[in-house]
């Protein structure tokens, strides 16, 4: 791999998991993907919950932080109830003052729970609500199903309505299916249900898995409809996108090159890289034996298993030596470079699809420039 | 001073005090969000057909890697 030299940055994202079991059973859910999530406790416990709000105070202070983000996670963080949740964020926001530190809280709900109470404890917490909705009811309900098989729809479309009439901010959250029509997913989501900022998920692939479909068709439709929308709209692929072909940083690790700055705490307090990794493995696949109610943050930076990650999040694969779209791909997302063999040291999974993404994307953006005085 | 830049355009030099624009509101948005204005003269400014611009410019827009760490 092409190795770079960067002083290690300090971790600004911490992904909570106030609950390991869910209320819906997505049949493409990374999460429950690996069985091994169902040793951890249900929700987050008391102990550990006390402990984190510790090991942050400490790890903020230390690390002289002005900004990072906390983000409330699952399973389906709502089973971790309304009390809980309420107690939890004033704590959280507490540290505000503590550490200097200015917290951007969020949740990522399914949505299916939300009703008027729960949209006011996110709204008077200032915590922006993603909601899991991938497109109308017949994209939706392929995948998002309970237990019974029932679609979540109508659910999500109602708790769109209720966070909306509380005034919460909310924004959607879809994973591509690539044989969707990127149109009827995003005017779903913009002129259905009401969101100006969503995000298009690009599905969890590693080089171990069947070769996943062709997508590169779909985010050149969403880039298209973003770009023409006659309303504001902030959806971060396209936003990353268009950063990455200017020549700047992307603002996630699902696509172009970031170094990885995410940890997540799971519900019996095991500390571990970025949550979105898990798709590389099973068997707890991140499992590093930190713990919050032992361990500082600090000591993820040490873990092998860190280190790892971290290096190849900063390191371009081999295979992408000499690409002319190395600078704005970047490798990509590190679940999409895994592969058994190789680990990360592959190129992405989604490869032409990437070269095809950021070469619309580039020639769009070149016919839009010109220079003027500020 | 309006130039309008075309894929392939070598531009030399750019002065001092110029920012690069979009008429994609959407793109616009993004070179507006830091401010972009070249803090030096460039010698050159290159546009090709995968990233835009050069890192010439790209300091510009900021965060450098040494903000960022």
Same mark, same amino acid.
């Given at each position: 791999?092409?190795?770079?030299?960067?002083?290690?940055?300090?971790?600004?994202?911490?992904?909570?998991?106030?609950?390991?079991?869910?209320?819906?059973?997505?049949?493409?859910?990374?999460?429950?993907?690996?069985?091994?999530?169902?040793?951890?406790?249900?929700?987050?416990?008391?102990?550990?919950?006390?402990?984190?709000?510790?090991? *942050?105070?400490?790890?903020?202070?230390? !690390?002289?932080?002005?900004?990072?983000?906390?983000?409330?996670?699952?399973?389906?963080?709502?089973?971790?109830?309304?009390?809980?949740?309420?107690?939890?964020?004033?704590?959280?926001?507490?540290?505000?003052?503590?550490?200097?530190?200015?917290?951007?809280?969020?949740?990522?709900?399914?949505?299916?729970?939300?009703?008027?109470?729960?949209?006011?404890?996110?709204?008077?917490?200032?915590?922006?609500?993603?909601?899991?909705?991938?497109?109308?009811?017949?994209?939706?309900?392929?995948?998002?199903?309970?237990?019974?098989?029932?679609?979540?729809?109508?659910?999500?479309?109602?708790?769109? +309505?209720?966070?909306?009439?509380?005034?919460?901010?909310?924004?959607?959250?879809?994973?591509?299916?690539?044989?969707?029509?990127?149109?009827?997913?995003?005017?779903?989501?913009?002129?259905?249900?009401?969101?100006?900022?969503?995000?298009?998920?690009?599905?969890?692939?590693?080089?171990?898995?069947?070769?996943?479909?062709?997508?590169?068709?779909?985010?050149?439709?969403?880039?298209?409809?973003?770009?023409?929308?006659?309303?504001?709209?902030?959806?971060?692929?396209?936003?990353? *996108?268009?950063?990455?072909?200017?020549?700047?940083?992307?603002?996630? /690790?699902?696509?172009?090159?970031?170094?990885?700055?995410?940890?997540?705490?799971?519900?019996?307090?095991?500390? /571990?890289?970025?949550? /979105?990794?898990?798709?590389?493995?099973?068997?707890?696949?991140?499992?590093?034996?930190?713990?919050?109610?032992?361990?500082?943050?600090?000591?993820?930076?040490?873990?092998?298993?860190?280190?790892?990650?971290?290096?190849?999040?900063?390191?371009?694969?081999?295979?992408?030596?000499?690409?002319?779209?190395?600078?704005?791909?970047?490798?990509?997302?590190?679940?999409? +470079?895994?592969?058994?063999?190789? +680990?990360?040291?592959? !190129?992405?999974?989604?490869?032409?699809?990437?070269?095809?993404?950021?070469?619309?994307?580039?020639?769009?953006?070149?016919?839009?420039?010109?220079?003027?005085?500020? | 001073?309006?130039?309008?830049?075309?894929?392939?355009?070598?531009?030399?030099?750019?002065?001092?005090?110029?920012?690069?624009?979009?008429?994609?509101?959407?793109?616009?948005?993004?070179?507006?969000?830091?401010?972009?204005?070249?803090?030096?003269?460039?010698?050159?400014?290159?546009?090709?057909?995968?990233?835009?611009?050069?890192?010439?410019?790209?300091?510009?827009?900021?965060?450098?890697?040494?903000?960022?760490?």
């Amino acid at each position: 791999m092409m190795t770079t030299t960067l002083a290690e940055p300090p971790i600004t994202g911490f992904v909570l998991k106030l609950a390991s079991r869910c209320n819906l059973a997505c049949s493409y859910c990374y999460w429950f993907e690996d069985q091994a999530v169902l040793r951890h406790p249900r929700t987050l416990r008391d102990d550990v919950r006390d402990a984190l709000i510790v090991r *942050l105070e400490d790890y903020l202070t230390r !690390k002289r932080l002005t900004s990072a983000s906390v983000i409330l996670h699952g399973g389906e963080p709502l089973l971790y109830g309304k009390e809980k949740t309420r107690e939890l964020l004033g704590r959280l926001r507490a540290l505000e003052s503590r550490t200097g530190c200015s917290l951007q809280f969020s949740v990522t709900t399914n949505g299916v729970l939300i009703d008027e109470e729960w949209a006011a404890i996110f709204k008077d917490a200032s915590c922006f609500v993603a909601i899991s909705v991938d497109g109308p009811r017949e994209i939706h309900d392929r995948a998002r199903v309970d237990f019974m098989g029932r679609g979540s729809h109508a659910r999500v479309a109602n708790a769109a +309505r209720l966070l909306a009439a509380a005034g919460t901010p909310a924004g959607a959250l879809a994973v591509c299916d690539p044989t969707a029509d990127p149109v009827a997913v995003a005017d779903h989501i913009v002129k259905d249900l009401g969101f100006r900022a969503f995000e298009v998920l690009i599905p969890d692939a590693t080089h171990d898995d069947p070769a996943p479909r062709s997508l590169a068709s779909f985010y050149a439709g969403l880039f298209d409809y973003v770009t023409a929308s006659d309303v504001a709209l902030r959806v971060r692929v396209v936003d990353n *996108l268009i950063r990455l072909a200017l020549g700047r940083r992307s603002r996630s /690790q699902d696509i172009g090159w970031s170094p990885m700055t995410g940890a997540t705490i799971l519900t019996d307090g095991s500390l /571990q890289p970025e949550d /979105q990794l898990r798709a590389i493995g099973s068997n707890d696949p991140l499992a590093t034996g930190l713990n919050v109610l032992r361990d500082d943050i600090d000591a993820l930076h040490d873990h092998p298993l860190w280190r790892e990650i971290y290096e190849a999040s900063i390191t371009r694969p081999t295979e992408c030596r000499g690409c002319d779209y190395v600078e704005s791909c970047g490798g990509g997302a590190l679940q999409n +470079r895994w592969s058994m063999p190789r +680990r990360f040291d592959n !190129k992405n999974v989604y490869c032409d699809d990437m070269k095809a993404m950021f070469a619309h994307v580039g020639a769009s953006i070149t016919n839009s420039l010109y220079l003027a005085e500020q | 001073m309006n130039a309008t830049i075309s894929s392939g355009t070598l531009l030399a030099p750019v002065p001092t005090g110029l920012v690069l624009r979009s008429a994609v509101p959407a793109v616009d948005r993004i070179l507006r969000e830091s401010n972009p204005a070249l803090a030096q003269d460039a010698d050159s400014v290159v546009v090709n057909r995968v990233v835009v611009v050069n890192t010439v410019w790209s300091r510009a827009f900021g965060p450098t890697e040494a903000d960022f760490f």
